[in-house]
């Protein structure tokens, strides 16, 4: 699998999707260039929310 888990911003909610609230959904990949993974706790609480 390698569908990448996207963050909405503005209903504060994970998809799948590019675009969400008419806005652009946020890349939780981690950033190369930054040593801090500030999405790591919303990858991990996605893929919690998606095993259950
Ligand atoms: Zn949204």
Known sequence: ???EILYC????KFT????CCD?????LKPA????ED???K???EFKKSISE
Not at 16 to 19: A, C, G, L, R, T
């Open 1 to 3: 699998m390698s569908k």
């Open 9 to 12: 911003n503005k209903c504060k």
């Open 16 to 19: 799948m999707k590019e675009s």
């Open 23 to 27: 806005e652009k959904t946020i890349s």
């Open 32 to 35: 190369k260039y930054s040593p």
């Open 38 to 40: 500030k999405y790591g």
């Open 42 to 44: 919303y990858r991990r």
